[in-house]
């Protein structure tokens, strides 16, 4: 077994306003913002815009270090949503929230277009499931902008890839497919020190890869970036468990932790709250006697 413990290697993202992003004293916590038109739709997994807002604006209250805001849903089969109305549910409550708050906002998209205005607006890091692969013209604009870079793994696409996902060794190919993609995104002129790594769990993989993914996401670190987990409500949760996507939170907590321990920097959930205190805690085991003597 491989130490409980692992270091989290000290990374820094600079943002367009200046500041700095580092997990250098816990890991960062990113609230996930899901919007659409109405907020009946796909059962309550998004929300319309005023809730939206109000719930970012909760989020942020809460403590979130950063808030992920798309509106393509990127759920095993689903399709992909044009531009123009991806743009009408993202853009008003980033204009809303960044007036509001100053906690920096992620744009969760695949289209350079929506990538683009979201920045225009204020937004300050993109998030790209397709890690450049979706758009040519995602690549150019994270070089020109220069905003920290989330490159996520996907195996195919969002309509087939949980198809009949295959690895002969999840970590091993997952890895050499992000370092392949992070050198694609350094060719382009993305700044290196600016890209996220994330292995993109419950995107084209079965439940013992995603396991597999989390025990040994320490192994991501040899990218030499930060890395992301989100797996808050996700599939293999509720197949652990047994539980709907409404009743996972403890379950996400408990993964939360596990990638605490493997010196993850940056956690995407739903439930900021739960999350902060769940990386607080674990912050404070990790550092034992230093943490205090009190
Ligand atoms: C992820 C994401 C993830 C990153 C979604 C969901 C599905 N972006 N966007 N990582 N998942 N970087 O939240 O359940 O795991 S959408």
Redesign the pocket.
């Known amino acids: 077994m491989d130490a409980p413990w692992v270091e989290r290697p000290q990374h820094t993202l600079t943002l367009p306003s200046g500041r700095t992003l580092s997990a250098d004293g816990r890991p960062l916590v990113m609230g ?1 913002l899901n919007v659409t038109p109405d907020s009946f739709s796909d059962g309550g997994r998004f929300l319309g815009l005023p809730d939206a807002v109000e719930h970012g604006r909760a989020m942020c209250a809460d403590g979130a270090d950063i808030i ?1 805001v ?1 509106g393509e849903s ?2 095993p089969g689903s399709d992909a949503v044009p531009a123009d109305e991806e743009l009408r549910r993202v853009m008003p409550v980033i204009k809303e929230l960044t007036a509001e708050t100053t906690v920096p906002i992620s744009i ?1 998209t695949q289209k350079a277009e929506v990538a683009a205005a979201a920045l225009d607006a204020g937004a300050q890091v993109i ?1 790209d ?1 397709s890690a450049l692969r979706a758009d040519p013209a995602m690549a150019p604009l994270a070089a020109r902008t220069g905003v920290p870079l ?1 490159l ?1 793994h996907m195996l195919g696409e969002p309509k087939t890839m949980q198809a009949d996902p295959t690895y002969d060794d999840v970590v091993g190919e997952v890895t050499a497919w992000l370092r392949e993609r992070v050198a694609f995104a350094v060719e382009a002129g993305v700044r290196d020190g600016q890209i996220v790594v ?1 292995p ?4 084209g993989k079965r439940i013992g890869h995603n396991l597999e993914l989390l025990r040994r996401l320490d192994a991501l670190h040899a990218l030499g970036h930060m890395v ?1 987990a ?1 797996t ?3 599939a293999m949760l509720g197949r652990i468990l047994g539980a709907p996507e409404a009743e996972r939170l403890h379950g996400s907590l408990a993964t939360v932790a596990c990638a605490a321990m493997a010196g993850c920097h940056i956690m ?1 959930v739903h439930d900021v709250r739960p999350a902060l205190e769940v990386v607080k805690v674990c912050e404070a085991v990790r550092r034992g006697m230093a943490y205090g003597r009190a």
């Open positions: 996930i992920d798309g990127t759920r969760d998030n499931v989330v996520m994330d993109g769990f419950g995107f992301m989100g808050s409500r996700k995407r």
